[in-house]
């Protein structure tokens, strides 16, 4: 049972032999990952200061270089687990091709690969709006001792072994899951520490509010446009409240506190919608299947679908269970 307050160095030793496998290389990746987290962190909260101390692919004051976030934020990530030999393989939504990691003293001995999307939302950084990253991790399926393939990123999200997000809001959170329920984390940015501050967060089974991008509406499929229509009638428990930040892990975190439903659809402009199923779907997939809610592309469940390419994206509906089971409703009367 997590304590609140525990601080995440101590829930991870408490809860390690709960891991699907408990050799300890797990706990090592998330401790690895809540490092990344804090540096990410630091150069996200200096963002408004580009003006002061240069902008964003210029030279600063100290003679350096200036990254944009986005690369700031896979390198990061990168660099750190590469760094202590946990990982054998990495994909990112900032690379077109995965990586391998050829461990200096153990050769491909690592049994892990995290595939991630390290800055989600990164438009809304230019207007101090929440960003987040997103992880998911995978036990390798080809041999141990022989390089990763692709076969090992492309597994589907029902082979993940934990997966979460950090989100760098008005304060700065990491909600990860291992398969036994999820829990939040608030960092306590003077410290450097992380509390754990929401202990199995659980998605409500019904909610208020639904977060779409409205704006898309005449290219939505009918099933979506007549779901939001359903949404603003005044019958029952409605017309829901409507949220929609931009930022998929703001949005979904959002909702699972309050109760809601985000959906991303296919549209007649991006026929598989725009989310990344493997750095984005997945991982937030098996997070809201994990706290209670559900994940589907409007017909099947997200965590089911074989991945076929690295980049490959998906229509997305997730949150409240019965809101998503309601969408899918009207996404089967046009299927
Ligand atoms: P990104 O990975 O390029 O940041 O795009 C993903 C983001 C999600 O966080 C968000 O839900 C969506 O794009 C918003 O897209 P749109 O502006 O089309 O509504
Ligand atoms: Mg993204």
């Known amino acids: 049972m997590p304590k609140k307050n525990q601080t995440l160095g101590e829930f991870i030793i408490e809860n390690q032999q709960d891991f699907a496998y408990s050799s300890g290389e797990l706990s090592r990746l998330i401790n690895s990952i809540r490092l990344a987290a804090k540096v990410v962190n630091h150069e996200v909260n200096k963002a408004g200061l580009v003006d002061i101390i240069g902008n964003f692919g210029e030279t600063n004051i100290q003679g350096e270089d200036q990254q944009k976030l986005d690369v700031m934020a896979n390198e990061t990530f990168i660099r750190t687990l ?18 391998t990691i050829a461990g200096c ?4 001995k690592n049994k892990y ?15 101090n709006v929440s ?15 022989s390089p990763v393939t692709k076969e090992d990123f492309l597994q589907p999200g029902n082979k993940q072994v934990a997966a979460g997000y950090i989100i760098y809001g008005t304060s700065t959170m990491l909600v990860y899951t291992t398969g036994n329920g999820v829990n939040g984390f608030t960092l306590n940015p003077a410290l450097g520490s992380w509390y754990l501050s929401h202990p199995e967060m659980t998605f409500p089974e019904v909610g208020k509010i639904y977060s779409i991008n409205e704006g898309n509406y005449v290219h939505f499929p009918q099933g979506v446009k007549d779901y939001i229509k359903y949404c603003q009638e005044e019958k029952e428990d409605r017309p829901y409240t409507s949220r929609y930040i931009g ?11 309050k109760g809601g439903i985000f959906i991303y659809p296919k549209s007649s402009k991006a026929f598989n919608g725009k989310l990344r199923l493997l750095y984005e779907c997945n991982p937030m997939a098996y997070i809201v299947e994990q706290a209670g809610g559900k994940a589907s592309d409007g017909f099947r469940r997200i965590l089911d679908i074989k991945p076929m390419e690295l980049h490959q994206r998906a229509p997305f ?7 998503v089971e309601k969408a899918e409703e009207f996404m089967a009367n046009y299927e």
């Open 247 to 257: 930022s998929m892990v703001s949005d979904i975190h959002r909702n699972m506190i």
């Open 105 to 108: 003293n153990n050769d491909h």
């Open 317 to 323: 509906f997730c949150g409240s269970k019965k809101m």
């Open 113 to 127: 690969v995290v595939l991630m999307d390290p800055l989600d939302g990164s438009s809304n950084i230019d207007v």
């Open 131 to 145: 960003v987040g990253t997103i992880f998911s991790i995978y036990r390798r399926v080809t041999p141990v001792g």
């Open 82 to 99: 590469t760094n202590r030999e946990i990982v054998c393989g990495i994909a990112s939504e900032e690379n077109d091709d995965f990586i």
